[in-house]
């Protein structure tokens, strides 16, 4: 019997490593869903916005830019966030190991001596196979049909933040440029203040912050664009 249950168990680990582990590209898929429609949505959020400067006479929309780009800039460091995430290497933890390990103790010295030297076996053996499993990896070679579907899905999801980021840097860009000089009758968060200063070149912008001292970024660059004061030049 107790043949039987280790061929069968070890049987069912052979087949089910693949859909048993962790996913992180079908995790990653998740972070960002519909994300056509989140990037036409932050196309008609920037199209409303820059309209309101000429369209807008009782500056009802205006009065919410600050939120508008502080919802912006949040979003688009969530989303460097997540693309930095992809980027890292994985980072293999042997905290579920140890946990199992020691929860398990005491189960294994309450079994018998060759059940006890049974596990031990299986145990080594499905540790080389791990072993030899990565280094098939790290050669290109023996990549089933998971890590196939696993590494479309993380393509997938790198191509969808990146489409996200570029909506949203864009957007910013285009607000920022419209508005110019306008933007310093608001009032922004430092981070955004800092982020906004950062992303782009721009002749100069003074920012004060929600406690109304003043948070000043000042860059020398090029000019403000048409919606701004002097044009670029001078």
């Known amino acids: 019997m107790v043949a039987g249950g280790s061929e069968g168990g070890s049987g069912s680990r052979g087949k089910g490593h693949g859909w048993k582990k962790e996913r992180k590209g079908r995790e990653v898929r998740g972070w960002v869903p519909r994300g056509e429609v989140i990037v036409e949505c932050v196309g008609v959020l920037t199209h409303l916005t820059t309209a309101s400067l000429a369209e807008d006479r009782f500056g009802v929309v205006q009065r919410d830019i600050p939120r508008i780009l502080e919802a912006l800039v949040a979003f688009l460091v969530a989303i460097e ?15 579920n190991t140890n946990a199992a390990g020691s929860g398990n103790g005491r189960q294994q010295q309450e079994m018998p001596a060759d059940e006890r030297a049974l596990i031990g076996v299986l145990e080594t053996v499905e540790d080389a196979l791990g072993v030899a499993r990565e280094k098939d990896g790290e050669k290109g070679e023996g990549k089933g049909p998971v890590d196939a579907e696993e590494q479309a899905d993380l393509a997938e999801a790198r191509a969808v933040l990146g489409e996200v980021g570029d909506a949203l840097t864009d957007g910013l860009s285009h607000i ?57 030049k001078g």
Not at 82 to 91: C, E, F, G, I, S
Not at 201 to 229: E, Q, T
């Open 81 to 95: 966030d997540a693309q930095a995430q992809l980027r890292a290497p994985p980072v293999k933890s042997n905290t």
């Open 176 to 232: 920022t440029r419209t508005f110019g000089d306008k933007l310093r009758a608001f009032r922004f968060a430092p981070r955004t203040a800092a982020r906004l200063g950062a992303l782009w070149s721009l002749r100069r912008i003074y920012i004060c912050n929600n406690i109304h001292s003043c948070y000043c970024s000042r860059i020398i660059g090029v000019g403000w664009g048409d919606g701004g004061r002097g044009n670029g």
